[in-house]
Every structure is written in structure tokens, then in C-alpha cells.
């Protein structure tokens, strides 16, 4: 029988690829969502892509009763969890929100678990919370910061996952006796691309926060022009350099990191990066090359709180998982192009 496995956010940008990806490794999916950050159109796209219907229920990951709903209906062996708030910088002026969601979110999940003596757990974490990165590449024993509410979220979700299985080598917490919180916290760099059918995508709502989906709506006409933050950074050609990695390697990541889960005991925390760094001007011209687009940009001084360089080490993740990228940056783009150019205006057109 294939395990099901429950996915939090599931319409989301990064699970509705993983969803495919847990598929395709074997995994039974049932989604959740509650729609704040994403398209109920991603359904149809998904029972088109993967030929079946999605299992799916629209809830908010907060409510204890919602949760404790899909457990008793659903016999869920694992959790992938990337429900949560994203936006960096809308962190810092809605904290209340970032931390009612994203932590709420967390304990009401990791509750109804506890209660079900569920304890595969595999969480959203971020290169963000390695804060201000004092050597590169980054590996996971670097020391860990956060700069602003959002960083501070997942700093923090970590922690609550480390207690919980700290807890159960004492005690459990009113929950099964037995089994052992098995938790692998995945620490991406800078998801970016598409599945290759273009079906689906990123799709952010008002003006994009990251780089490729702005400079998507540049090629495609949406956006007059790019503004580049800095060209005075001490890397190769001035601006900030990072790890993008595609969408659907990160996806696999998942895959991999719930099969470890499955056959090995014990928790993992891994980066998912591809270990090689890009500049803004690097994306640009690939992006300009797949898209047969001129990208226009300007250059302006840089922002307060951005870094000058990030990639990751992703020696670990390829140890303990057997998982690697393999996708370019080339390709990151051309997938990016055919998803935006055959959605101008994303799923809701
Ligand atoms: N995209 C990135 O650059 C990036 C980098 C590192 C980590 N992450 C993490 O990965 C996860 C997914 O990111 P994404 O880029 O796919 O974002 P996304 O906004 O596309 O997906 C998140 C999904 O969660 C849903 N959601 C939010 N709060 C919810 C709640 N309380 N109940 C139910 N659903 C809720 C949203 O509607 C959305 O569909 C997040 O946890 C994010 O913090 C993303």
C-alpha cells in the first residue's frame, strides 16, 4: 500500500511541483490550503499533469479542529509542511501575522499529529536562517541568525522540531507511545523555474519579491524594467550573487528526504542548493537568451539588509539523501519563459 502523505500549502509554488514529485516517487498526496497565497486553478492543472484527481480539502493550517478533521479522514503516515507566509520584508511590518501563521501554523499541525502518533515530518526551511553568512559555501553547521520576522519563523521551527524529538527520548507529550519524531528540515536557496509542460509555475500576487518572476514580467511586458540593487558588492561583476536552484530539483528533494524518513531512523537537516552561485546580471542575460527578450534594468543603490553573496554547500544533502540538482540555470530560465509566456497573467487570467 503507498503511504499518504499530507502537504500543507499544497497549491502553493514549491509543493504544487513537489505534489507531482511525491507521486511520481510512490506517495499517495492529500492537500491542504486555505487559498491565501495561491490559485485554486492549480487543482485542475494537477489532475491534468498527473491524471488524477487531486485529493484535497481548503482549511487553514491553524485551526486545531480543521486539522484534527483531515487526520481522523485521511490515514496520513507523513507530513510535508510549507504552509506559511513568505514575504521577507512584509515580515517586518505585519509580525503579528508572520507569527500567528507561520509558527501557528507549525504547532497546529505538529499537534494534530502528536495526537495521531503521526511523526514523519518534513518542514520548509530557508537559507535565510543563516542570517548574514560569515564563510561560503554555507553547510548546515554554520551559525544561525535571523534578520527580520520571517527568518525568525523558521530559526524557530527548527527549534520546535528539535524539542519535539528531544522530548521523545524522555517522555512523550500526551501523544503515541513509541514511534520517534523523525524530522527533516530542508533549508532551501532561491527556488526558482518551472515544470517543464508550463502548466505551472510561480504566479505572485502584486509586484514580485524575488528576482525571476520580476524579471519574467519584464520579458513577457507586465514590468517596464528591473531594478538592480547594487552594483558595488565585492563579487565578480558588482551585484549580489546566490544559489538559484529549479523548482523541480527541489521538488525531488522532498521525495528524497520523505523516502530517508521512511527507511532510516533518525532526523536530518539539510541545505537544498545546487552549490553554484549567480549573479543578478548572470540571471538577466540567461533569462534574455531563453526568452529571446531584451530585459531592461537600472541600476540603483544597494538595499539595507540584502547580502552581498550566498550558494550553499550541498555535500550533505547528498549524502544523507542521495539527492543532487541537475538542472541549469539555462534550463531554470527556458522552463521559467514557457510558464510565464504561456500564463502572462498567471493562473487566475
Ligand atoms: N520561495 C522561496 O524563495 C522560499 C525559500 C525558502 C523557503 N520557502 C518556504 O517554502 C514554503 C513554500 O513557499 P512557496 O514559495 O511555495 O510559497 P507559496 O506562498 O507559493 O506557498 C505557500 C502556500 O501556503 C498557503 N498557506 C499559507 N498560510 C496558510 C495557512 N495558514 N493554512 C493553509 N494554507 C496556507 C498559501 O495559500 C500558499 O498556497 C514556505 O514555507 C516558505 O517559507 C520558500
Given at each position: 500500500m503507498k503511504p499518504t502523505v499530507l502537504l500543507t500549502g499544497a497549491t502553493g509554488y514549491i509543493a504544487s511541483h513537489t505534489w507531482l514529485a511525491l507521486q511520481g516517487a510512490g506517495f499517495d498526496v492529500v492537500g491542504v490550503d486555505d487559498f491565501s497565497n495561491s490559485s485554486p486553478e492549480v487543482l485542475n492543472r494537477l489532475r491534468e499533469l498527473s491524471d488524477r484527481e487531486p485529493v484535497f480539502e481548503r482549511a487553514n493550517v491553524c485551526d486545531e479542529a480543521a486539522m484534527e478533521g483531515l487526520f481522523r479522514r485521511h490515514p496520513i503516515a507523513a507530513v510535508v509542511h510549507f504552509a506559511a507566509f513568505k514575504a521577507v520584508g512584509e515580515s517586518t511590518t505585519r509580525p503579528l501575522a508572520y507569527y500567528a501563521n507561520n509558527i501557528g501554523g507549525l504547532l497546529g499541525v505538529c499537534g494534530a499529529m502528536q495526537r495521531h502518533g503521526v511523526k514523519r515530518f518534513v518542514f520548509s526551511s530557508?537559507?535565510?536562517?543563516?542570517?548574514?553568512?560569515?564563510?561560503?559555501?554555507?553547510?548546515?553547521?554554520a551559525p544561525l541568525s535571523a534578520t527580520n520576522p520571517y527568518g525568525q519563523t523558521k530559526l524557530m521551527g527548527e527549534q520546535i522540531l528539535r524539542d519535539l524529538g528531544a522530548a521523545d527520548s524522555v517522555a512523550t507529550e500526551g501523544g503515541a507511545r513509541g514511534a520517534a519524531w523523525q524530522t527533516a528540515c530542508l533549508r532551501y536557496f532561491n527556488p526558482v523555474g518551472a515544470h517543464a509542460s508550463g502548466r505551472i509555475g510561480e504566479d505572485p500576487r502584486?509586484?514580485?519579491?524575488?528576482?525571476m518572476p520580476y524579471v519574467a514580467q519584464v520579458a513577457v511586458g507586465r514590468l517596464a524594467r528591473l531594478s538592480v540593487y547594487?552594483?558595488?558588492?565585492?563579487t565578480p561583476d558588482g551585484t549580489g550573487v546566490r544559489d538559484y536552484i529549479h523548482v523541480v530539483d527541489l521538488a525531488e528533494g522532498h521525495a528524497a528526504a520523505l523516502r530517508r524518513l521512511f527507511e532510516q531512523a533518525g532526523s536530518v537537516t539539510v541545505n537544498l542548493g545546487t552549490g553554484r552561485s549567480y549573479s543578478v546580471l548572470d540571471v538577466v542575460a540567461a533569462y534574455a537568451k531563453a526568452s529571446g527578450r531584451e530585459i531592461a534594468y537600472e541600476v540603483k543603490p544597494r538595499r539595507p539588509g540584502d547580502i552581498a553573496a550566498c550558494w550553499a554547500d550541498p555535500t550533505l544533502a547528498r549524502e544523507l539523501l542521495g539527492w543532487s540538482s541537475k538542472l541549469d540555470l539555462a534550463r531554470m530560465c527556458e522552463d521559467s519563459w514557457r510558464w510565464q509566456s504561456m500564463n502572462p497573467k498567471g493562473f487566475d487570467a
Open positions: 530557508s537559507a535565510t536562517v543563516y542570517g548574514q553568512p560569515e564563510r561560503l559555501p554555507l553547510r548546515e553547521d502584486g509586484v514580485p519579491n524575488n528576482l547594487g552594483r558595488d558588492y565585492p
